[in-house]
């Protein structure tokens, strides 16, 4: 199954998905580990460069970028779900539709051109206000963390999102241990599932 974290940066996806990493190893569990956007492949490096300022692509070339980023592990993503690993995503899908939606495009596109990418069995929304955000990182901030006013679109569109089945919003404004066990108690159900 693939659990994807989702939520504006500095909500504490990274840190959740290694606690919940953890604790499935700690279960006998053969878990792998994804993080969206890659940087470390070309794609990745294209969307680097223009969310540090040094490409300009318009919302729609960004949105592409981040799929086709995605799309680079879906060999990879078919063949771990196959053998039945659980695989815990940092961002995953609905990445897109929050931050494209966020910036005025169609959230039916942005559903449809991530067709061909597994969708997750349950995605976490971590919560927090954009203010908490700039709290939390309030220097290196690319040009998406610096804009409140996209980061409340962004927050909208998640907290939409996450009326649908399949999802957890969780108070991530609260202690890192707090989160942590909020999470595992939004997964264990998922987990004893067949």
């Known amino acids: 199954m693939i659990i994807a974290f989702e939520g ?26 994804v993080s969206f956007p890659d940087y470390e492949t070309p794609i990745g490096r294209e969307i680097q460069e223009a969310l540090a300022g040094r490409r300009e692509f318009g919302p729609e070339v960004m949105q592409l970028l981040y799929v086709a980023n995605r799309c680079e592990y879906k060999s990879r993503l078919d063949a ?75 927050r909208a569109s998640y907290r939409r999102q996450a009326s649908a ?6 108070d991530a404004e609260q202690s890192k241990d707090d989160v942590s066990e909020a999470v595992m108690q939004a997964v264990a159900p998922v987990l004893a599932q067949p």
């Open 80 to 154: 771990w779900l196959r053998a039945g690993d659980y695989v815990v995503c940092d961002r995953y899908r609905a990445s897109s539709l929050a931050y494209g939606e966020a910036m005025g495009l169609d959230p039916a596109w942005l559903d449809l051109i991530q067709q061909p990418l597994p969708p997750a069995t349950l995605t976490v929304l971590l919560d927090i206000a954009p203010e908490t955000a700039v709290q939390r990182k309030q220097t290196g901030r690319d040009r998406f963390e610096r804009d409140l006013g996209l980061l409340a679109r962004v």
């Open 8 to 33: 504006l940066d500095q909500s504490g996806k990274e840190t959740q998905a290694r606690h919940l990493r953890t604790r499935l190893r700690q279960q006998a569990r053969v878990v792998r580990a």
């Open 165 to 170: 089945p399949g999802w957890v919003v969780i």
